[in-house]
């Protein structure tokens, strides 16, 4: 995949996807790089911790289960991350109840399976608002 010399000049954000699936990950990432953003990959906690530790990211996809899993996990330790917090996509196969307390913790939700399109026009919508 080769970017054009308008997304090597103004990248449009770091996105750091994170997913325990290699197929779903590298597409996810395959298709927001493909889309002029800059991506990092993991496919873990600990290992996506390890990247926001070292580099400033702007949002992160986050495969996520329900209450427990590890992306819930991931989620709650990136929200705690004071001031500096990178936007939060939930890509997840339940939806959550708008009164639990993982609603709070996302910035936005995708249902699986989610369109290219969608995943884009999503990310893109979380990125303006970064401010």
Excluded: N
């Excluded at 495969?63 to 991350?81: K, N, T, V, W």
């Amino acid at each position: 995949m080769t970017a054009t010399k308008e997304t090597q000049e103004r990248p449009r954000g770091l996105v750091l996807v994170v997913d325990d699936h290699t197929d779903t990950r590298d597409f996810h990432a395959q298709v927001l790089g493909a889309a002029g953003y800059s991506v990092v990959s993991a496919e873990g906690v600990e290992h996506a911790l390890a990247i926001v530790d070292a580099i400033v990211v702007d949002l992160v996809v986050i495969d996520a289960g329900p209450p427990g899993s590890d992306g819930f996990e991931l989620a709650q330790r990136l929200h705690a991350r004071r001031p500096r917090r990178p936007r939060l996509l939930a890509v997840t196969g339940h939806v959550p109840e708008d009164t639990s307390t993982e609603i709070v913790l996302f910035d936005a939700y995708l249902i699986k399976p989610c369109l290219p399109e969608k995943l884009v026009a999503v990310v893109t919508e979380l990125l303006a608002k970064r401010g």
